[in-house]
């Protein structure tokens, strides 16, 4: 039934035919899109990874080959050898690059036959997406994933061809390898040679990179798979890409032109978008201020800003008890958002405090008057110079988030990209870059009760802030950098601590003792002292990267064969239960209790 | 103490220098290599990646910069300017790319300090490798490993820019995955979210590569690591780089076309030696006869043969036994061999009862006779039947090896190599390629009594021997081919099956049961049928491919983290204890006696 190659040999994929080829004789290879009657001859869009292609196949023409393709299905891969005419007079297909053409089959070979998929292959689908994982093989026949491998294909390869022009080496660093202290959780990996010993998965190569630029490689990257055990909220998976990078002998800046010139290529390469350089720049400080967020959507012009001055002595509790917790109060004015109905105000109140405002203040300003629950505490006249602060004209909406920090700057960015949203405010086809710098060295950890690392415990800090160390810690700034690209941060890193004793510094006040420091990072406080040079880097999302390009709602949609919210493969259905045989070599047991 | 890089930037490398640019005001970056004080003068060898530049610190043109200078020790990071200057007559250094020159210093900052490192960094050193795993950072600065890991950056990106123009696709497949079947045991990981349930780290992206086939992605690579929890024996890390591909609607011919043009290419840019196409092809069966091993060192030309009816009947029994319990009796002709000592004779005897031989019986052919223990058993006329099959001159001298087939096999390839070594036949500068095809698809497994893939269970037989899987499968060829390089397998590959009911075939031959296939191989069966191109591919060796380039003694020479035969690292001691908490998370416990 199944026949094989034999002599045959492509001469074309399918998309590349056009009116060019016009009396070729070609031999396409791929797989049956669709197949109809028409008058006796049998139409068949044949289809490979470069588009589709028309089939005719005419029993007056070739009877063999029109007996062949009436045993035909959908997805059977045949091969076929025909001539390339073009169509007759309207039946042109415009919205096919192929389109003015057909092959004129004369002869057709079934390399292999195909069961009735689960579902159509399709450029879009309804089909859910937990049967699509499951089938995964065949979703990524559908067009639109195609293009999204193929599009991270060019992204690597353009990331890979722009390092290397830069004297970057591609230098490979160990997987089985020891916990890193990057916060989240690693995955262990139980040794069978060293019983009761385990390696960690990285969570990134951080310090192998760090100690290449020790031991003088000077110029370091690696397109590396990364792994976090963490609980996965939204869009994230267990296993991740990063483009990871090092460098010796630099300071902030020379990193960031290296990295502008990198996205500008990646742009016009991968997506055929030109971007501007340089990249603007933001303190932390002004971020979190007029975004309330450190990852600042730049698309589109709605600030926040902190009112507490004004606002301190006024007779509404909600802000005056807020203040005197050591709280804050925002205001942001939602331009143009008088047309607003009751509902939607409503609306974004209800996702405000979903997001643990216990509220949302709101000043509305109409042609009549202004429309407010909370001007009756302010008073007209601090209600107009709160107004005047934040520049409100008829037709506006200001809303007020008062409570702890972090907790209203928290919703209150939330309450921004909403607003820029319902606003109409941003821009599909913008493509805004962010460099965000300054940010706290150390911030407090409430749980724990002790410092912790805003990045991670190797950046370095400013230099002028080293003093602060023994006084006010967490006024320390460090020497770390985010690239922020339409409120997504894309990537981040730092100039590193390159001094031993600083380092030390750092893990001290992080409240590891000397014991703990020596057992996890004995060996690279001594690295560190045998010559090393100044020294940073970076590392970028690849998945997130690729999404934003690919216009993806989901990273899922840019990774071959990724795993879902319960980092299970639905379609090879991993993990799964190992035999007691392997565990006993392994020198480990379960701890639960098996479910009968 | 130290200073940070203010406003200096670098703007050579130490390498870079040479008479061209005398009189050049440059700064460079680096570390001390070495320091030596000559008539008030410091003289310091600066070092980076690309070599030694000569820093001259006069007292008189910069007194600053001299006394600073005299702080510096081995190993410390400076940054210095200055001015490029021939070097004067007679002090010129003919072994030394940049010793015409030398760099009169004007200004210099220490940028970190040293502790005196635990070992010279020395092109040769012999430092225990043990001692240099520790201090790993220390070793990687030693000129020969910087080259190795250049080397081996080269080797990579040759790979991939070869395989973008071929129209390959670089597509990632996952880390976190399911036990695949490629023999060894897998390592685990055990999921905290799926408790009881484990991942398995990839022995090879196998089945994925191949479902990418079945998905139309046409042609695909990756250069991706690869797990093996294998008891290290010889020359073998736990993971391991390979270069993996998989290519549809192509027979084996235009895969050995594309990959012989890849080592062409590998070979010119990275080695600079040119290599001839096309590669010989070999069967396995020609292999195993005249190499007695699958992987054939072709650089030397002496041959083994079995000789089974030459002696089938003669009077020495240890060869009639042998071939009665239905072993071989196999002859190479030593040529030259003849000015070997009794005492050479005796040690490569010792060497093959090592590898399991009775013994190696022998006949020297001297000029006033033969000297031989079994001439007396075979007789004179049989005597020189032999030594006209192996023509064999005055001065060699022909070795037999009876008993089972794979012992003989085993001991006699080994025995052929040694005597190429100790005859001086084998040439360090030829690369000899050589396609070795045909190889059986079964062999039978003694310990579990069943038959086992000699390859993998994806391969497909030869088609005419389908027939074979109801009569004589150890009969059946596979279309596999593997590719040696100088008597070392560097890589291995085979046309797929594409049939799923020929796959159904293989794993039922294989023994697994209807239970085991499903459970392991249901989803992967179940692709196959929905519309599968023919497809092949090949993975190779990344880390032996890098060691022969480099002609280095051990893979561990070519990476730059590498594991001990302990599977661990001995710089940061992985792997180690984690704590209970941890393993509690994993819902796992140790199954082990915890010494005190």
Redesign the interface.
């Known amino acids: 039934m ?1 026949s ?2 034999g002599d045959w ?2 001469t074309h ?1 399918c998309g590349e035919l056009n009116g060019k080829n016009t009396g070729e004789d070609i031999c396409v ?4 899109h669709r197949r109809r009657d028409h008058g006796g001859v049998i139409f068949i869009d044949l ?3 470069t588009g589709l292609l028309q089939l005719v196949l005419n029993p007056e023409i070739s009877p063999e080959a029109h007996s062949i393709a009436e045993a035909v299905r959908s ?3 045949v ?1 076929v050898k025909g001539k390339v005419e073009k169509r007759p007079e309207g039946t042109i297909n415009e919205n096919l690059p192929t389109g003015e053409i057909e092959i004129i089959v004369k002869e057709i070979k079934i ?5 009735t ?1 689960p579902f159509q292959i399709e450029e879009n689908t309804n089909v859910g997406e937990d049967v699509r994982l499951k ?4 979703d ?2 559908r067009p639109n994933l ?1 293009k999204n ?2 599009l ?2 060019n992204l ?2 353009t990331m ?1 061809e722009y390092l ?1 022009g830069k004297g970057f ?11 890193t202290p990057e916060g989240a ?17 990285p969570q990134s190569p951080q ?2 990179k760090q ?2 630029m ?5 110029r370091y990257f690696q397109i590396v ?1 990364c ?1 976090r ?1 963490e ?2 909220r939204a869009d994230r998976q ?2 991740f ?1 990063q483009l990871d990078m090092e460098m010796s ?3 902030r800046q ?1 990193l960031m032109d290296l990295i502008e010139g990198l996205f500008v290529e990646i742009f016009q390469k991968v997506a055929g978008i030109t971007v501007q350089r340089p990249f603007p720049v933001m303190t932390y400080a002004e971020a979190m201020e007029k975004y309330s967020h450190d990852a600042p959507d730049t698309r589109f012009e709605l600030f926040t800003k902190t009112i507490n001055d004004l606002v301190k002595d006024c007779e509404f509790k909600v802000f005056t008890d807020a203040i005197k917790e050591g709280g804050i109060v925002k205001a942001i004015n939602a331009k143009g958002a008088g047309k607003f109905s009751r509902k939607e105000i409503d609306e974004i109140t209800d996702y405000a405090v979903s997001l643990g405002a216990k509220g949302l203040a709101y000043i509305k300003i109409n042609e009549d008057g202004l429309q407010s629950p909370i001007i009756k505490f302010l008073g007209e006249q601090l209600t107009h110079r709160i107004l005047d602060t934040m520049d409100a004209k008829v037709g506006d909406i200001v809303f007020f988030g008062a409570g702890e920090k972090s907790t209203v700057n928290l919703f209150m960015s939330k309450v921004r990209l909403e607003l820029g949203r319902r606003l109409g405010l941003i821009d599909k086809n913008k493509y805004n870059f962010t460099w965000v710098i300054d940010f706290p060295l150390l911030e407090w950890d409430k749980e724990e009760k002790r410092y912790a690392a805003v990045h991670h415990p190797f950046t370095a800090p400013v ?1 002028e802030d080293i003093p602060l160390f023994d006084t006010d810690p967490l006024k320390i700034r460090a020497k770390a950098y985010d690239l922020v690209l339409n409120g997504s941060e894309i990537g981040g890193g730092s100039i590193r601590i ?2 031993s004793d600083i380092q030390e510094k750092m893990f001290n006040i992080l409240g590891l003792t000397k014991e703990e420091c020596d057992l996890k990072f004995g ?1 690279f406080i001594e ?1 560190l ?6 020294h940073g880097g970076i590392a970028f999302g690849v998945d997130r990267i690729a999404s934003i390009l690919a216009g993806a709602d989901s990273i899922r949609d840019v ?3 990724p ?1 879902t919210q ?4 639905l ?8 035999d007691a045989k ?11 209790i ?1 479910e009968k």
């Open positions: 199944l094989l190659l040999r492509r994929y290879m791929g797989w049956v289809r490979d990874k997805e059977y891969v091969a390399l292999n036959n195909a069961k998929p089938y995964r093989y065949l990524l026949r195609q491998i193929i991270r294909h690597t390869r890979r290397y080496l591609d230098i490979e660093t160990p997987f089985l390898t020891k916990s959780r690693d995955y262990l990996v139980p040794s069978r040679v060293n019983p009761g010993k385990f390696y960690a998965l310090m192998f100690l290449l020790i031991s003088g490689y000077d798979r792994f055990d609980d996965l267990p296993e890409t002998f630099i300071d020379d230099d390159h001094r060996f690295a002292r045998y010559g090393t040079p100044p990774i071959a064969f795993k319960k980092a299970t493969c379609m090879s259905d991993a993990p799964n239960k190992v392997q565990l006993k070599e392994l020198s480990i047991k379960l701890d639960i098996e």
